[in-house]
């Protein structure tokens, strides 16, 4: 199935936190469900949970990147 990358604008307050769970192997659960509805608004269906990938280094706009499984042929 192929992979979706999601770019999430953020803070680099919020930016740093979520890192910092994800190197400690937790989730952080705001973020990943809004990754899950950019998918659904780009008009794709996720097969699975969004997947964290990083950040990115913008010196003014921060966003989280996440890789979202999706289903083919299948839409909202």
Do not use: K
Request: hydrophobic share 35%; proline share 4%.
């Amino acid at each position: 199935m192929p992979l979706l990358r999601i770019h999430l604008d953020t803070d680099r307050t919020t930016a740093r936190r979520v890192l910092q769970l994800h190197q400690e192997g937790r989730i952080h659960h705001e973020s990943r469900e809004a990754a899950r509805e950019q998918a659904w608004r780009q008009g794709r269906t996720p097969a699975g949970d969004p997947v964290f990938v990083g950040i990115t280094n913008g010196r003014r706009d921060v966003q989280l990147l996440y890789d979202v499984e999706v289903y083919t042929d299948a839409t909202r």
